[in-house]
């Protein structure tokens, strides 16, 4: 065989593989919207599960996962973000740097029940917050950190070196460089990698599994020391717990909960396009 | 006044360079003259731009660098221990080889230094400073309707002018250019150099320059570098009309370099 002909069946195999990783993912969505669209209803988002969950709506879980996705935000952003700072811009390579660096790598290498786990033992129990809306945010919050402190690190060092230069040279101090010039220009990566970390968190069962979900509660919480249902757990339970449970509600909380995270997913994509074309150096 | 009368804005003694084990600059001695403009030249790598960067001490970044001897802005050693960096680059300014406005409006970047060195808090002021030193680098007239656009709307040759705007924003006392036009075109080149004159009047400016004649067209002192030593130092037309030494001859005459 020519080499030509070899280099175009390579070039035909190659793409063949590059779209077989879009059916799954295509698949999936397919099949989550044409079991679950049809539950879909005003009612749906807006009551509570009725009569043992098996009627009604997932109003009380849909906004304890909004919550709690909150809750994740003002936990993991400050420590990321300052994380970040530190390791972009300050960072000499010297022990503490070394075990900032390990320890964000193991932090992303945590399977999530071990989070659940950590978050029972650490805030529930021995920070006394009990099952609650912020226990369950500061375990969320510490799993989501790893991602946050990566994509704003990257997005930190993209920064062209000669913006710091010129800002010192004009008798800025290297805080407001930082602050100044680096920031904003480093923004709309840093958004993006919270975005994407709060779409997992928010997508996460196992570490609210212990701090914070409840079985069933319809009443919405009051204060961040309440319990409060959650989407991902609302889900796992009606699929395994609830026995004779319509499968159409379950398909209709996969569908709001896919579309929650996807919909964060996109918006990250947007800004981080819009950015690109923005980008002027 | 004649050239013995005018004062010294930095007085270099003995000051050597070293990045690592690598001497960069070699025991220089030299008088940088109150608002006068002194050229640098030589070949690439001649410690030329290191010798500018040790002056603001923008080296003092890179990992690894020593100074020794001294380099005096008003008798004061500006690497002695106690001295402030971020205070000496506010008297110290630069102007870089590559037009580098922020990604910001026009208005933006020459507000940037006044703004962050807290030099007032009154819009209106302000506004008067980013005037002012859009006309000092004569660029005012050509943005003065367009102050909000992206600085980086503008043309390389205007670029520059408002880096050089951004740069006496700051009211600095002595500005360092490096290469300031080797990014431009002769036109706009030509306009920095009538440029630096004016701004003379005012600053005392240090430029390193890879071209011959803009160091002879536009400065009063030269010095000549050469690896890392100062092999001549003298005013312009005397250095260019009769060198005394040989490789400088040699140098300006293109026969070397």
């Given at each position: 065989?020519k080499?030509?002909q070899?280099?175009?069946?390579?070039?035909?195999a190659?793409?063949?593989v590059?779209?077989?990783v879009?059916?799954?993912?295509?698949?999936?969505?397919l099949?989550?919207?044409?079991?679950?669209?049809?539950?879909l209803?005003?009612e749906?988002?807006?009551?509570?599960?009725?009569?043992?969950m098996k009627e009604g709506?997932?109003?009380?879980a849909?906004l304890g996962?909004?919550?709690?996705t909150?809750?994740?935000?003002?936990?993991?952003?400050?420590?990321?973000?300052?994380?970040?700072?530190?390791?972009?811009e300050y960072a000499?390579?010297n022990r503490?740097?070394?075990?900032?660096?390990i320890?964000?790598v193991?932090l992303?290498g945590?399977?999530s029940i071990?989070?659940?786990l950590?978050?029972?033992?650490?805030f529930?129990?021995?920070?006394?917050f009990?099952?609650?809306?912020?226990?369950?945010s500061?375990?969320?919050?510490?799993?989501?950190?790893?991602?946050?402190?990566s994509?704003?690190?990257?997005?930190?060092l993209a920064?062209?070196?000669e913006?710091r230069?010129?800002?010192?040279s004009?008798?800025?101090t290297k805080?407001?460089?930082?602050?100044?010039?680096v920031?904003?220009q480093?923004l709309?990566?840093i958004?993006t990698?919270i975005?994407?970390?709060?779409g997992?968190?928010?997508g996460?069962?196992a570490p609210i599994?212990?701090t914070?979900?409840?079985f069933y509660?319809?009443?919405?919480?009051?204060?961040?020391f309440?319990?409060?249902?959650a989407l991902p757990y609302h889900l796992?339970?009606?699929?395994?717990?609830v026995?004779g449970?319509?499968?159409?509600?379950?398909y209709?909380?996969?569908?709001v909960?896919?579309?929650?995270v996807l919909s964060m997913?996109l918006i990250?994509?947007?800004?981080?396009?819009g950015m690109?074309?923005?980008?002027?150096? | 006044?004649?050239e013995?009368?005018?004062?010294?804005?930095?007085?270099?003694?003995?000051?050597?360079?070293?990045?690592?084990?690598?001497?960069?600059?070699?025991?220089?001695?030299?008088?940088?003259?109150?608002?006068q403009?002194?050229?640098?030249?030589?070949?690439s790598?001649?410690?030329?731009?290191?010798?500018?960067?040790?002056?603001?001490r923008?080296?003092d970044?890179?990992?690894?660098?020593?100074?020794?001897?001294?380099i005096l802005?008003?008798?004061?050693?500006?690497?002695?221990?106690?001295?402030?960096?971020?205070?000496?680059?506010?008297?110290?300014?630069?102007?870089?080889?590559?037009?580098?406005?922020?990604?910001?409006?026009?208005?933006?970047?020459?507000?940037?230094g006044?703004r962050?060195?807290?030099?007032t808090?009154?819009?209106?002021?302000l506004?008067?400073?980013?005037?002012?030193?859009?006309e000092?680098?004569?660029l005012?007239?050509?943005?003065k309707?367009?102050l909000?656009?992206?600085?980086m709307n503008l043309?390389?040759?205007q670029?520059q002018?408002?880096?050089?705007?951004?740069?006496?924003?700051?009211?600095?006392?002595?500005?360092?250019?490096?290469e300031?036009a080797?990014?431009?075109d002769?036109?706009a080149?030509l306009h920095?150099?009538?440029?630096m004159?004016?701004l003379?009047?005012?600053?005392t400016?240090?430029?390193?320059t890879h071209?011959?004649?803009?160091?002879?067209r536009?400065?009063?002192?030269?010095g000549?570098?050469?690896?890392g030593e100062l092999?001549?130092?003298?005013?312009t037309?005397?250095l260019?009309?009769?060198?005394?030494?040989?490789?400088?001859?040699?140098?300006i005459?293109?026969?070397?370099g």
């Amino acid at each position: 065989m020519k080499r030509q002909q070899t280099d175009k069946i390579a070039r035909i195999a190659i793409t063949i593989v590059a779209a077989l990783v879009v059916i799954p993912i295509i698949l999936v969505i397919l099949f989550i919207i044409i079991n679950g669209i049809g539950t879909l209803s005003w009612e749906f988002f807006t009551q509570p599960p009725g009569n043992g969950m098996k009627e009604g709506g997932i109003m009380p879980a849909l906004l304890g996962t909004i919550i709690l996705t909150f809750g994740t935000a003002i936990a993991a952003i400050p420590l990321a973000i300052g994380a970040a700072i530190y390791l972009a811009e300050y960072a000499k390579e010297n022990r503490l740097t070394r075990w900032v660096r390990i320890a964000i790598v193991n932090l992303a290498g945590i399977p999530s029940i071990v989070y659940g786990l950590f978050g029972l033992g650490m805030f529930v129990l021995f920070m006394g917050f009990g099952t609650s809306i912020i226990a369950g945010s500061l375990t969320l919050g510490i799993m989501t950190l790893p991602v946050v402190i990566s994509a704003s690190e990257e997005a930190i060092l993209a920064v062209p070196q000669e913006f710091r230069v010129v800002s010192l040279s004009l008798g800025a101090t290297k805080w407001q460089t930082i602050r100044h010039q680096v920031l904003p220009q480093a923004l709309p990566g840093i958004i993006t990698g919270i975005i994407l970390g709060l779409g997992r968190a928010a997508g996460e069962t196992a570490p609210i599994l212990f701090t914070v979900a409840a079985f069933y509660l319809p009443e919405l919480p009051r204060s961040a020391f309440d319990q409060t249902m959650a989407l991902p757990y609302h889900l796992y339970v009606i699929s395994t717990q609830v026995p004779g449970m319509p499968m159409d509600v379950q398909y209709g909380s996969a569908l709001v909960l896919l579309l929650l995270v996807l919909s964060m997913t996109l918006i990250a994509t947007v800004v981080r396009t819009g950015m690109r074309r923005k980008r002027e150096w | 006044m004649t050239e013995q009368t005018i004062p010294n804005k930095i007085d270099v003694h003995d000051f050597s360079f070293f990045y690592g084990d690598f001497q960069a600059l070699k025991r220089l001695n030299l008088p940088i003259k109150e608002k006068q403009i002194t050229a640098l030249i030589g070949p690439s790598g001649c410690g030329k731009s290191t010798f500018l960067r040790a002056i603001n001490r923008m080296n003092d970044t890179i990992p690894g660098i020593r100074a020794e001897g001294q380099i005096l802005l008003d008798g004061e050693d500006i690497y002695a221990p106690d001295v402030d960096v971020v205070e000496l680059r506010e008297r110290i300014g630069m102007v870089f080889q590559k037009p580098n406005p922020f990604p910001k409006s026009i208005f933006e970047n020459v507000a940037f230094g006044p703004r962050v060195l807290k030099m007032t808090n009154r819009r209106d002021e302000l506004h008067q400073m980013v005037r002012e030193s859009l006309e000092g680098a004569a660029l005012w007239d050509e943005v003065k309707h367009r102050l909000k656009d992206s600085a980086m709307n503008l043309n390389p040759g205007q670029q520059q002018r408002l880096c050089i705007a951004r740069t006496i924003a700051v009211q600095p006392e002595v500005i360092l250019m490096d290469e300031p036009a080797s990014a431009l075109d002769p036109v706009a080149t030509l306009h920095v150099e009538d440029l630096m004159r004016t701004l003379a009047e005012n600053y005392t400016i240090v430029i390193v320059t890879h071209n011959m004649q803009q160091a002879a067209r536009a400065s009063d002192w030269t010095g000549f570098f050469w690896l890392g030593e100062l092999v001549e130092f003298n005013k312009t037309s005397a250095l260019f009309s009769s060198p005394e030494r040989e490789l400088t001859e040699s140098y300006i005459t293109g026969r070397r370099g």
